[in-house]
């Protein structure tokens, strides 16, 4: 039988319910739960899903942290049943902010996320730190990739990645702040924005050997890559996962590169941000050719999306996303048609 897969992603933005918030969680729920209902998602990555510790945010120690404000959110929606998997921190639980979360309508068969695991985090002694530092330090990702591999029903199973790539902001430098947003010296920001670069970058590499793991073991796997990546299609971390033809010049890995789907939208539809008045599209889903190959359309639900330049300084505790979900839409056929 014929099958609909619908794939979202969506930067809830600090979704939490921290005491005294404004807006607090009932006024963000009443904005974001009819744009996740809208979506009608059968996969869903969300990104930056604080977790809550019982008894609060101020609670010392490592208790368990849960997602209270997700749970709300999803409430009463078809997603509050899905499957659920949730980054974790070193502790083995939901971090304080900026979770990874998938729900998915199909069983899980499996799942790990990935940080510094693949690739090792890379060492660096930041020269303009004050007072100087005596040797190179590690410089770990931010935040992991999470993998889920899911089955699709009918022997077909889906790798699926969620993502959320640092954001390209100058990393933090020793002695080089006066205040969080702002620089002491330009060769210290200078810095601070390579080591961004780096981060993200290598974010995106660990990524791209994850999906090599996946074609390794299946040539004609179904990998879906979606999330906010923190970039544009040509910009180095997107062009690292994408692996195109042009970039590694052999036609004979054109079954390893993955498709941007948002390429189907006419331009002036094509983003999902909007940044001093510039549109830009920083969240994607990107499909395998065998995927790709089922690809029935892709929207962009950014009618009603702000500036988030212009709104974080105008507009008094918004309760919406600086981000337009992103959905992606297949049509599975009989599995003795995807071979």
């Not at 996962?241 to 189907?264: C, F, R």
């Amino acid at each position: 039988m014929r099958g609909k897969l619908r794939i979202a992603s969506f930067n809830l933005e600090n979704l939490d319910d921290r005491p005294g918030q404004q807006p607090d969680l009932a006024a963000r729920v009443a904005i974001l739960r009819p744009q996740i209902e809208r979506l009608r998602a059968d996969v869903l990555c969300l990104q930056e899903v604080n977790g809550q510790r019982a008894g609060g945010q101020g609670v010392a120690g490592h208790a368990p942290r849960r997602l209270s404000a997700l749970a709300a959110l999803l409430q009463g929606t078809p997603y509050q049943d899905f499957a659920q998997v949730v980054s974790e921190s070193v502790h083995h639980g939901p971090m304080d902010v900026h979770n990874l979360v998938i729900l998915s309508r199909y069983p899980v068969l499996e799942w790990r996320q990935y940080r510094n695991d693949l690739v090792e985090a890379p060492t660096f002694r930041a020269m303009t730190a004050t007072p100087p530092l005596a040797e190179a330090q590690p410089v770990p990702w931010d935040r992991p990739i999470l993998y889920a591999r899911l089955d699709l029903g009918d022997g077909r199973t889906l790798d699926l990645f969620n993502v959320h790539y640092r954001a390209p902001l100058a990393a933090f430098i020793p002695g080089q702040k006066s205040e969080p947003f702002v620089w002491k010296t330009v060769a210290g920001w200078a810095e601070g924005y390579y080591l961004a670069a780096m981060k993200r970058s290598g974010q995106a590499l660990e990524t791209r050997l994850a999906i090599e793991d996946c074609f390794a073991r299946d040539p004609g796997a179904l990998v879906c890559v979606a999330g906010d990546f923190n970039a544009g299609l040509d910009e180095m971390p997107l062009r690292i996962v994408i692996g195109a033809e042009d970039d590694t010049g052999n036609g004979d890995l054109a079954g390893h590169s993955l498709v941007p789907l948002e390429l189907s939208l006419a331009a002036d539809r094509r983003h999902s941000v909007i940044h001093h008045g510039r549109p830009q599209m920083l969240d994607h889903v990107l499909a395998s050719r065998f995927l790709a190959g089922h690809f029935h359309g892709f929207e962009a639900h950014n009618e009603a999306l702000g500036d988030e330049l212009v709104g974080y300084g105008k507009v008094d505790r918004s309760p919406s996303s600086y981000h337009a979900p992103i959905v992606a839409e297949f049509e599975l056929l009989p599995s003795s048609r995807m071979s």
